[in-house]
């Protein structure tokens, strides 16, 4: 089964990139970077370029994701990173629903207007000879709405398709849409690639059917909970115990030359640990104390205690 890593803002940097890479046999084909928004005067970040530093992506099939509503940008953005990183695959962000960025008509704030988006992917596509993709979501506020999208992105040479079945205003709300993207998968004529709600290996038998079934899978959430769930959705062991506390050691070893102060270094942990917490239901009390912690040293007491 095709498995990717869906970028997700502030998680999936190269170091959870790396750490997710080395778990044996981890299944995932394909890593995408968290949404990079052009800034023509003032060019990149620095945490941008290091996220795209092959050094920092050994061994990586890394895929740079670009947020921005403008085709120049995208264009100036996807050659920049090609020329001096040799990154030559990049993904257009039509799916993200956060309210600041869909007020600006960029992420899934783009389905609004087909016509507009058929004008940016034109010029896109006129002008560039680099593999593109699009993530999207099936619409503002109605999964019919994706019967005028899926047509108009089927006019282009998109290397694949994405879709997070949910519309911008479901946000993460409720379940996924993944009926509908059964049936959209039986039409599709590019490749196609499911995002949403895949938390267990036993997700995909549930949800899908017929064409449905043959899509590849994009792991967000549920990746970052059990960071061997690409290998399982292949056939593979669960995570053990000593590989979770190898794969936290080597992302917390990281963070920890990466940060001189301990709330940023705290806060990244912490986030994380909103996601791991399902794997020690059992302490309820030391998982509270981390949330809580305000010091480097007493957060590693308490993860010396649960580990």
Not at 123 to 136: A, C, E, G, N
């Amino acid at each position: 089964m095709i498995v990717y890593q869906a970028p997700m803002e502030g998680i999936t940097g190269y170091i959870f990139r790396n750490a997710l890479h080395d778990l044996k046999d981890n299944g995932i084909v394909k890593f995408f970077t968290p949404f990079i928004v052009p800034r023509p005067k003032k060019g990149m970040q620095d945490k941008e370029r290091r996220d795209l530093l092959p050094g920092n992506n050994p061994g990586i099939k890394l895929i740079p994701q670009i947020l921005c509503n403008r085709a120049g940008d995208f264009l100036a953005l996807a050659d920049e990173i090609h020329e001096k990183y040799g990154w030559d695959e990049f993904n257009l962000n039509a799916g993200c629903p956060s309210g600041t960025v869909t007020s600006h008509n960029k992420g899934a704030g783009m389905l609004r207007d087909t016509e507009e988006l058929k004008r940016f992917l034109d010029s896109i596509f006129s002008h560039s000879s680099l593999r593109i993709s699009v993530k999207t979501r099936l619409g503002i506020d109605d999964e019919r709405e994706f019967e005028k999208l899926l047509p108009l992105y089927e006019s282009f040479p998109l290397c694949e398709l994405i879709v997070h079945a949910r519309v911008l205003a479901d946000q993460y709300r409720g379940p996924a849409r993944y009926r509908y993207f059964n049936d959209v998968a039986a039409r599709c004529r590019l490749p196609l690639i499911y995002n949403g709600d895949i938390f267990t290996p036993e997700d995909p038998a549930r949800m899908f059917d017929g064409s449905g079934a043959e899509a590849g899978l994009m792991l967000g959430r549920g990746l970052i909970a059990d960071p061997a769930l690409g290998r399982e959705l292949n056939g593979g062991e669960p995570l053990s115990t000593q590989e979770f506390s190898s794969f936290y050691e080597n992302i917390y070893t990281q963070y920890c030359s990466c940060f001189d102060s301990d709330m940023p270094l705290l806060y990244h942990m912490k986030e994380l640990w909103s996601y791991w917490a399902g794997r020690f239901p059992e302490e309820p009390r030391l998982l509270k104390a981390i949330q809580k912690s305000k010091r480097r040293s007493d957060y590693e007491e308490v993860i010396r205690r649960i580990l």
